[in-house]
C-alpha cells in the first residue's frame, strides 16, 4: 500500500505562486509521479509527470508556468505553480504508480486563484 500526504495548496491573487508538495509512504519502486487536478464541474485532468528517468510532460496550459520535480527524498514530488491565473483554481491531486502494482491518488489540496 502506497499513501499520499499532499500540501500547500491555498488561495492567492492572480499572477502569484505556490508550491505543492506530495510524499509517498510505503514499500516499493515508484517510477512515475504526477499532478492531476479537478475544476468544479470538469473532469479531472492531467498537470504534469514526472519519470525516474527524468523526463517530464506537462499540460499543454501550464507549460512555461508549472515545472514538475523529485524531491531529495525520492518519494517526493513538488508543482510549482508560477503566473497562476483563476483558470489554475482547482484541487489539486498527487498520482503515483508503484510498479508491477497499480495507481496511488492523494486526497487532494485546494488551490484558489482569485482575479
Known amino acids: 500500500q502506497v499513501q499520499l500526504v499532499e500540501s500547500g495548496g491555498g488561495s492567492v491573487q492572480t499572477g502569484g505562486s505556490l508550491r505543492l508538495s506530495c510524499a509517498a509512504s510505503g514499500s516499493g519502486l515508484i517510477n512515475v509521479m504526477g499532478w492531476y487536478r479537478q475544476a468544479p464541474g470538469k473532469q479531472r485532468e492531467l498537470v504534469a509527470i514526472m519519470v525516474n528517468d527524468g523526463s517530464t510532460n506537462y499540460a499543454d496550459s501550464v507549460k512555461g508556468r508549472f515545472t514538475i520535480s523529485r524531491g531529495d527524498a525520492k518519494n517526493t514530488v513538488y508543482l510549482y505553480m508560477n503566473s497562476l491565473k483563476p483558470e489554475d483554481t482547482a484541487v489539486y491531486y498527487c498520482?503515483?504508480?508503484?510498479?508491477?502494482?497499480?495507481?496511488?491518488w492523494g486526497k487532494g489540496t485546494l488551490v484558489t486563484v482569485s482575479s
Open positions: 498520482k503515483v504508480h508503484r510498479v508491477l502494482d497499480m495507481d496511488y
